[in-house]
């Protein structure tokens, strides 16, 4: 069984930096991604980043340029630096494996609350 | 305003059946990439219900069904449950961003 566990959340305030973790169990390999998906308090689901199997990623245009998605193969590990904070970013933010490009979320962690306030 | 359109609610009796539609464009479901759906109960994170248009992963009931036509998928439940009672969203993947897009949701009450 896949188990993915986000990490890093909490209270920052506008303009701050926080770099959320996500530790995926099971091998992450070129026919997998990991991707960070967030949702603000009452609101749906919003797509932000993806990472392949090859190290190609993408963004969403609201955080393009802030934040930076990348991996530590040796430690299971994918991270989300979130730079530029807005409070509009205010979100529990998941992450999910997929295991077929253009494909479904297979696997979600249990979310991570971030909270952009002063 | 979500790149995928679905209603923002609808309300059903036990054991009665629901469509919930989810309506794309020509660079996302149009594109002849899949839909894929998902259910979140309140309080947890969402759960993958179906994939590429009509599949059930293993454990998912069979009164879940899915459908995709021209621009335009579905997911049907059947005789509804109090425990189906969530929110329900739609995904695709969409050539023109690069990236996946959602529906904004559909509030499911079982009355």
């Known amino acids: 069984e896949v188990e993915v566990v986000e990490s890093g959340g909490g209270l920052i305030q506008p303009g701050g930096s926080l770099r959320l973790s996500c530790g995926v169990s099971g091998f992450i390999g070129n026919n997998n991604f990991i991707t960070w998906v967030r949702q603000a308090p009452g609101k749906g689901l919003e797509w932000l980043s993806v990472i392949y199997g090859d190290n190609t990623t993408n963004y969403a245009d609201s955080v393009e340029g802030r934040f930076t998605i990348s991996r530590d193969n040796s430690k299971n590990t994918v991270y989300l630096q979130m730079n530029s904070l807005r409070v509009d970013d205010t979100a529990v933010y998941y992450c999910?494996?997929?295991?077929?490009?253009?494909?479904?979320?297979?696997?979600w962690g249990q979310g991570t609350l971030v909270i952009v306030s002063s | 305003q979500s790149v995928l359109t679905q209603p923002p609610s609808v309300s059903r009796a036990p054991g009665q059946r629901v469509t919930i539609a989810c309506t794309g464009s020509?660079?996302?479901?149009?594109?002849?990439?899949?839909v894929h759906w998902y259910q979140q109960v309140p309080g947890a994170a969402p759960k993958l219900l179906i994939y590429g248009n009509n599949i059930r992963p293993s454990g998912v009931p069979d009164r879940f069904s899915g459908s995709r036509s021209g621009t335009s998928a579905s997911l049907d439940i059947t005789g509804l449950q109090a425990e189906d009672e969530a929110d329900y969203y739609c995904?695709?993947?969409?050539?023109?961003?690069?990236?996946?897009?959602f529906g904004g949701g559909t509030k499911l009450t079982v009355l």
């Open positions: 999910a494996r997929g295991d077929l490009w253009f494909g479904p979320f297979n696997y």
């Open positions: 995904q695709s993947y969409d050539y023109n961003l690069s990236g996946w897009v």
């Open positions: 020509g660079s996302n479901i149009g594109a002849d990439y899949d």
